[in-house]
Every structure is written in C-alpha cells, then in structure tokens.
C-alpha cells in the first residue's frame, strides 16, 4: 500500500458509461481527492473529465486528471478496470472474453510498470476471467486483485427480496455467489430478512424464490435491451467497494478473488463473501451452503476453469 498521508486517489481505466458514472458515483461519496480517467480515446476522456470538473465546487473530490498515459497511475490507491468491449449482436461469448483478455494483456502490465502498490479492482466482463488474467499479467499478491464479482447481481437480489417483503434492502442479508453471468446462483439456505427466515416472510414459496432469482439472473439483459448498458448501479458498487477499501471497515462484499482451498476450490476466481480493507481482501469468509448451493458453486468453478482454458 503506498503513503497513507497523501491523499486518496483513484484510476479509472476506461472512461465509457461504467468508468465514467464509477467517477460521478466516487465524486459524491467524497472519500477520495483524487480521481483519474484514463481511456484510448483521449476525446472521450477529456469530455467526461470536464463536464466531472465543472462539479468539484459542490463535493470534497479535489481534482480531476485524464489521459491515455498509464503514468497517471502513478500514486494511486486503487486502480480501477472498466475499460473493454460490449457482447456485440452475433458475437459469442468467448469472442469477447478473448477481445477483453487481449485488453487486459495490454494494460495491466503498464498499470503494474507505474505503481506496484495499488489494489486492482476489475470490473470489465467477463469480469471472473478477467481478474483471474489481472492476476496472473500483474503478478500482485492476490489479496490486492479484486473483481467486482457478483457484487451488482446480489444489490439486484436484495432490492428484489426487499420489494416483496416491504422491507429496506439494508435489512436484507442474502448473496448471489459464483460466476458473476449464466452459472451464479442464490444462497438460499443463508438468506434472512433481520435475522428472520425467508420461510417466515409472505411471497417466497419454492416457485416465487425462482422467479425471484431469474429476475435477478435476466437483469442486465433487460436493461440492455432497453437502453443499450448499464452504469448508475455498477457505479454505485464501485464507489462502495472504494469506501469498504479506504475505510478500512472490514465490511463483507461478495467480491470475485483467487480460491485458494476454501469451499474445496482452488486456481479460479469467483465470487464468495470476503472481508474488505486497506490492504484489500482481508479474508474469504467460508458461510454454510446446502448440498445444491455447494454442487452449483463446483458447477460455476467448473464453467470458469473451462474459460480459462480456452483462453
Ligand atoms: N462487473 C459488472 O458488474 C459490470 C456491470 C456493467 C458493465 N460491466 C462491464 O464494464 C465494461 C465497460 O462497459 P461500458 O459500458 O463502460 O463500455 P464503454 O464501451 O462505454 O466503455 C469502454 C471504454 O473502454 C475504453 N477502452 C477500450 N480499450 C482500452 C484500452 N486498451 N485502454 C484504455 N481504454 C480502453 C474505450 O475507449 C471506452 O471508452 C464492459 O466490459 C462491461 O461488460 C461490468
């Protein structure tokens, strides 16, 4: 980790819809100084950066940088991956994790070339193979390679869950674990609403539950065949995996990490509940899942480990 007393700062590769509301969504939260946008097309950098700017009188964020240049990296904290390509119409899914495994190939070693220190938080997709190559072109420790995993479909999962049972989604403890894409599943068996069962709850029959999860599954796909992507909460999720990691708090996101023995899994990254701060992935909490949750989570590792080959 570098200097704690200079101020906190963050890059963001990939100045498109994802790293650009990340910036926003950072500027409103207020816990770093400083922010950068780096992204191949300088143009697209510039614009976003000046119209973040024209806003800095209103928040604590004191600076705005952009650039193509990975030497702006330099100092930063964290550097955060949302640059990449979309799934385009006739493109399998394996065109485009090797489009984004050639992207990573590029950038991650000129990120690890200016700073050695900062925590990686990748969050291009396919973003489970994605941190997995980070980790590997980096050569960081794996504590300091994060992707952000299945963080957005368990909001998505929460805010569903609190809908029906008319309760916040703060008072929601319930995760999407695995591959963030086809093969995650729900911790069913460890979900509770304020420590209550589900079972307890109105509307979470067998039939409702996998409703509820297909919901959740399908919601990308749904926001994209309407307006082309999704950002506000992707943003969101990035600043509050920002703060976990600033704050030092120790608070639990299901991020996608390197398994290293727990839950029997080991050489692929997908996402389980870790304990977050200063120094990255504090720990992967080990949380009871049934005999199904146990065989989908093989099952997703198994979906990913056959990805890896591939590329
Ligand atoms: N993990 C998640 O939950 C989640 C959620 C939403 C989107 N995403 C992913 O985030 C990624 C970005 O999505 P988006 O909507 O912002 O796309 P976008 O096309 O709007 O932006 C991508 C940006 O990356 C830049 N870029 C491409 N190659 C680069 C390189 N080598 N160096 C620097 N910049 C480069 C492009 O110029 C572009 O500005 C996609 O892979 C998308 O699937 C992930």
Redesign the pocket.
Known sequence: MTNVCRPPKVAI???????STAAYALMLDGIVSDIVL????KE?AEGEALDLRHGLQFVETSSITFGTDFRLCKDADIVIV?????QKKGETRLDLIQK?TA?LK??IPKIAKENRDCILLI???P?DVLTYAALKYSKFPKERVIG?GTV?DTARFRHLIAEKAHVSPKNVHAFILGE?GDSEFPAWSSANIATQPMDNFKGFTTKEKNILFEQTRKAAYEIISRKG???YA?GLVIAQLVRAIMGDGNAVYPVSTLMDGKYGLKGVCLSVPCVLGRSGVIRQLEIPLSAKEKSALKKSAAVLKGYLKKV
């Not at 590769?13 to 790293?19: D, L, N, R, T, Y």
């Not at 949302?82 to 979309?86: F, K, L, Q, S």
């Open positions: 590769i990939g100045a498109g819809f994802v790293g780096i992204d191949a097309n697209k949302c640059a990449g390509a979309h984004n992207i590029d950038i969050v291009s997709n973003v952000s957005l963030h992507a999704t950002y992707i």
